[in-house]
């Protein structure tokens, strides 16, 4: 039965609204965190090991969260929009907060603390959102379509990053009239994240509630658009090794997100200033932006697995160009491959791991993925890129070099990723196991039929 006009109108809807909560939440992100490990570090006098402490212990919080408390709650209650909505206000008011208490201290350091300490509160909520999101496309959109929406929301989401990024480079210092670190001291960068965060709730109240009843998903015996019965809940084998290549993948190239900035705006290393770091920044936002656009025509000729293995190794190509170049025009060339590598990677990686869960679990399965990714962005930075930093300047090292060695070290976490990954594709689907299982006289590997 084709789509009538209407459904498709209300598709085009949903996506508006959906894509719109996108733009407003990236812009934030960016606005916020590309200059915030810049703040720490050279405004308030934070070692590199510690300036990832904002990223670590946040998002460690965010996982346990997003795992233990609100999976569960999105599985059985099946309220996806509205836990999204409650996580995000709650977010934006704490974020406020946040700014406020960082000016009490009378110490730089302490002041530090503070903030990281708010943002481990804040990301309570946020995983409110975060793991609701994920499980939110997978109920309002079919497999076959989930590669291309996700890619198309990256890219509309890569716009909002620019804007975000772009403001953020302006407000650091005051459009130059005052000192580096004004937008977040002076409480600007704060407020105007905060903000955002409340606007972008409005178009999530046009967006269905989602939950696996949406699409009749969920009855005993049917099956999923995997075509996984929809009544399962285990881990499969395939499942928990293609989380394993993730996790070596996601830290490999997030390993590095913290404290690229820093490299980027050492006096010994490119000494860029802050507006300079925006559009090299916003070179990333800008091959999301394009690849994003055609990730729904990749995805129609080449498997995800495949996809997500080519873009792993353009995220390779890019961390050694960083270690490697000596040329500016060579870094906005290789954050270029950065932001190709982030699109076909988060596109392609959810897809395949969608097909992979079964339809009741999408709340814990999906918080489980999303781990592989949010964990990489702090803990990986601080127990691989941050030590090896600090570790090196502090044995005679200058600390250009010493950055550059952090390169490599990502570099190599991703390959290991893709050796994992690459063993991962090789594995027997799931699925066909669980057919095996419902089909009499289906033989399985290694039997006689």
Known sequence: MKPSVHDHARSRKTFFNISSFQVLAMFRRGLFYSYLSIYLRFYLGLS??????????????????????????????????????????SAALITVAVWYAHTLPG??????????????????????????WSALISDLYPEYERASVQGRLLSVGALGRIVGVWIGGIAYDGLSRYYEGWGFHSGLLFFVASGVMLLSTIPMFFVPEGGIRLSGEGQPGSADAGG?????????????????????????????????????????????????????????????????????????????????????????VGLLGFAFTRSLALVFACNFLSGAAFVTIRSSSYAYAS???????????????????????????????????????????????????????????????????????????????????????????????
């Open 48 to 89: 590199v090991t510690e300036t990832t402490f904002f990223a670590f212990f946040p998002m460690v919080i965010n996982i346990v969260f997003q795992t233990f408390v609100w999976g569960p709650l999105s599985d059985r209650y099946q309220k996806r929009r509205t836990l999204i909505i409650l996580g995000e206000i």
């Open 107 to 132: 110490s730089p350091r302490a002041a530090a603390y503070v903030i990281i300490l708010g943002l481990v509160v804040v990301e309570i909520f946020w995983s409110m959102s975060n793991v609701s």
């Open 228 to 316: 996984r019965r929809a009544g399962a809940t285990g881990y499969s084998r395939k499942f928990i090794m293609f989380l394993l290549a993730m996790m070596l993948i996601n830290f490999g190239r997030n390993s590095v997100a913290v404290t690229k900035a820093q490299y980027l705006v050492l006096e010994g290393g490119f000494d860029v200033s802050s507006r300079l770091l925006s559009h090299i920044v916003n070179m990333q936002s800008l091959a999301v932006f394009v690849l994003g656009l055609s990730m729904g025509w990749l995805s129609k000729r080449y498997r995800d697995d495949r996809i997500l293995l080519w873009g792993a190794a353009v995220s390779t």
């Open 355 to 449: 097909r992979l869960i079964p339809a009741m679990s999408r709340g814990r399965q999906f918080a489980l993925f999303n781990a592989t990714f949010f964990l990489s962005w702090g803990t990986a930075g601080t127990l691989v890129t941050g030590p090896i930093v600090d570790l090196l300047v502090r044995s005679g090292s200058t600390e250009a070099y010493a950055y550059r060695v952090s390169f490599y070290a990502a570099a190599a976490l991703v390959i290991v990723g893709i050796a994992v990954l690459a063993l991962v594709t090789r594995m027997e689907d799931p699925r066909m196991e669980d057919l095996r299982m419902e089909t009499p006289g289906v033989a399985t590997p290694g039997t006689k039929a």
